[in-house]
């Protein structure tokens, strides 16, 4: 089942990806991360996580 709120997140970021004319691709790039998992995460079935910068 999928989290509300990991809903809502995920479709703030698809409206902000698409206002800024991004693809999925491009965002996962300078995210450093895939694009299926950066599509997980726009779509709300997984949560985004930080790593530590070092």
């Known amino acids: 089942m ?4 990991l809903v809502e997140i995920g479709d703030l ?3 902000l990806r698409k206002g800024l004319d991004l ?4 965002v996962a790039e300078l995210a450093g991360i895939s694009r299926p998992r950066y599509r997980e995460i726009e779509t709300g079935t997984s949560a985004a996580r930080a790593r530590p910068p070092w």
Not at 2 to 5: A, N
Not at 23 to 26: A, I, L, S
């Open 2 to 5: 999928k989290s509300e709120t």
């Open 13 to 15: 970021l698809r409206a």
């Open 23 to 26: 693809t999925q691709e491009e």
